[in-house]
């Protein structure tokens, strides 16, 4: 018997299983992939997801293993009004005085979370696939599945973890509910390029696409696009040339450097990708990363979120199983958490990979900051989880960036974060998940 049965290993469930076999919890972490593998994801991790590693005593092993820092961001953008610009900086620090962002590839990030799992004391089987997650009288109880024996194995856990992923078993099975349901908003493909030089992180944002280059391992650039969902078949007849395409029509510059380069991989991609949160918790279940929320990959954000939510729900079972609260009220203090910490950039994600143009308002705001390097750097931070968004979209500031009295902000104007935060109607009174 298990304190906790992790279902997948990657960036939610490797991190949750480390945490919990290092506060002293009997851990089971099941995948059925092998380790290292690659999955269908871009990999850049943001200053806060990067500064997670570094807590957690993993950046160095991201570090040796080769994968550059990156230090600058340029985010380019056209509006009718406004014309061609770009803005071009990088967030403050964070509180420990971190900032960098982390691009490792998958097969290398995976990995290194896997092992750190086990290290700590977690019991990893990889080559795992659970068949079955059994309940008793409502409440999950264990998985029924399979290892490379083929043998049928039963396992028990006080707490079942669905750490896998979208189409996740475990929300199957407890027909988790589901809130905040936006249908699929886009599609991305990508691929690594040899011999590209970036500046950095290049984001390219326009009606209709969406173009993100970053360095990464074995001194490639990966170069992931986006576009809306409505043009994926169209796309998919001919991806090469559609991503070559895409490209040079909103990166021009971009795409002249792929074309002096060399491609290094297949072309990679998704679509049919709906965005929801579900209710992460239930008798004997708890659901992390995109097995609880899933948004469109257009602000790279997935990974970081995945992160923060591992620590979050480590925190909630280790105050239940230690009796510090009960689990029920420790695990609903985890999806207030993690939905105040998401929902105004889920709300800004979803609207973004829409991929319509940006609301005037909006576009007043981001053509304000051109030559203002202070509010370039916290408008990064805002988009790399470092500075709060209600401090960067409060009124005061947007009055003081646009060079504006408070009351002269158009009562209308529609800004990201505008949207209320409901989620869980509020915060569970014992709320110390210590
Ligand atoms: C095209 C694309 C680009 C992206 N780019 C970025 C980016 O640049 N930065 C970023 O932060 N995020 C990005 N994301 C999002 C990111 O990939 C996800 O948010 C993240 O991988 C979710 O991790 P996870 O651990 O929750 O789930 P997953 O990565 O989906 O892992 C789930 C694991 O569970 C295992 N599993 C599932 N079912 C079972 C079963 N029954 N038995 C055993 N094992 C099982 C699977 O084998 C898998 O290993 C991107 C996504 C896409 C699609």
């Known amino acids: 018997m298990y304190d906790a049965i992790v279902i997948g290993a990657r960036v939610s469930g490797a991190p949750t299983a480390l945490l919990l076999a290092r506060k002293g919890h009997r851990v089971l972490l099941l995948d059925r992939a092998t380790f290292p593998s690659d999955t269908v994801s871009t990999h850049m991790i943001t200053v806060e997801g990067s500064a997670q590693l570094r807590r957690w005593g993993l950046l160095h092993q991201i570090e040796a293993s ?10 380019d953008l056209c509006f009718e009004r406004y014309g061609h610009f770009t803005l071009e900086g990088f967030p403050y620090p964070d509180e420990d005085g971190f900032a960098a962002i982390y691009a490792p590839k998958r097969t290398v990030l995976d990995k290194i979370l896997v092992d750190a799992a086990a290290a700590a004391g977690a019991e990893v089987r990889e080559g795992f696939s659970v068949r079955e997650v059994l309940t008793e009288g409502g409440r999950v109880v264990g998985v029924r599945g399979r290892g490379a024996s083929g043998i049928p194995v ?15 078993i475990v929300a199957q099975t407890v027909s988790a509910p589901e809130y905040h349901v936006v249908p699929p908003k886009a599609f991305g493909y990508y691929t690594y390029w040899d011999d590209v030089q970036l500046k950095g992180l290049e984001f390219f944002t326009r009606p209709g696409s969406t173009v993100i280059a970053f360095p990464t391992h074995d001194e490639q ?4 696009i986006e576009r809306p969902e409505r043009d994926f078949a169209d796309f998919r007849s001919d991806v090469h040339a559609a991503y070559l395409k895409t490209v040079d029509d909103i990166a021009p510059d971009l795409g002249a450097r792929l074309e002096g380069g060399r491609l290094a991989h297949r072309f990679m991609g998704a679509g049919n990708r709906p965005n929801f949160f579900r209710k992460p918790y239930g008798p004997g279940w708890a659901l992390v990363g995109d097995a609880g929320v899933h948004k469109d990959p257009i602000t790279a954000q997935g990974i970081t979120d995945a992160f923060r939510d591992a620590e979050l729900l480590a925190q909630a079972l280790d105050a239940g199983f230690r009796g510090r609260m009960p689990l029920e009220t420790a695990l609903a203090t985890y999806e207030y958490r993690r939905n105040e910490a998401l929902k105004p950039l889920y709300d800004f994600i979803v609207d973004h990979a829409a991929m319509e143009p940006f609301d005037p308002a909006f576009q007043d705001v981001l053509a304000a900051m051109r030559g203002n390097q202070d509010a370039i750097n916290r408008f990064f931070g805002v988009i790399q989880n470092t500075v709060p968004w209600a401090e960067f979209f409060s009124p005061q500031n947007l009055s003081a960036l646009m060079g504006l009295a408070d009351a002269a902000l158009p009562a209308e104007a529609e800004l990201p974060g505008d949207a209320e935060v409901p989620a869980v109607s509020a915060e569970p009174e014992l709320a110390d998940a210590g």
Request: proline residues 3%.
């Open 154 to 168: 039963t396992e028990r856990a006080r707490v079942v973890v669905g750490a896998d992923g979208l189409r996740s």
């Open 66 to 75: 080769g994968c550059p820092a990156v230090t600058n961001i340029v985010l």
């Open 221 to 224: 650039a990966a170069v992931f």
